[in-house]
């Protein structure tokens, strides 16, 4: 089992960056896939940006080019770096963890991002 404790997001401006964090504690960090997803008010959890253990990345088409997800077994860290943040970027971020063995999944409390002026 693993527990997620995602931090860094906040108010920014359209054109900002935030970088967010996730921290992972209780099992083997290197066995499980790590994403970001994000949720809307109104609208369905989506996902973001997806890392392997191998550190292969996946991205949705909207955040292309802006956001970079990144990984560190050795901390337990996984970050998503967000440039260019414009205000559909506004939502509840949450770090999520699939385990490779056992396709169990597990969510962080989320982060709230909004992107304003």
């Known amino acids: 089992q693993v527990q997620l404790v995602e931090s860094g997001g906040g108010l920014v401006q359209p054109g900002g960056s935030l970088r967010l964090s996730c921290a992972a504690s209780?099992?083997?960090?290197?066995?499980?896939?790590m994403g970001w997803y994000r949720q809307a008010p109104g609208t369905q959890r989506e996902l973001v940006a997806r890392i392997t253990t191998i550190a292969g990345t996946n991205y949705a088409d909207s955040v292309k080019g802006r956001f970079t997800i990144s990984r560190d077994n050795a901390k337990k860290m996984v970050y998503l770096q967000m440039s260019s943040l414009k205000p559909e970027d506004t939502a509840v971020y949450y770090c999520n963890a699939e385990n490779t063995l056992t396709k169990n999944t597990y969510w962080g409390q989320g982060t709230q991002v909004t992107v304003s002026s």
């Open positions: 209780g099992s083997i960090f290197r066995i499980y896939v």
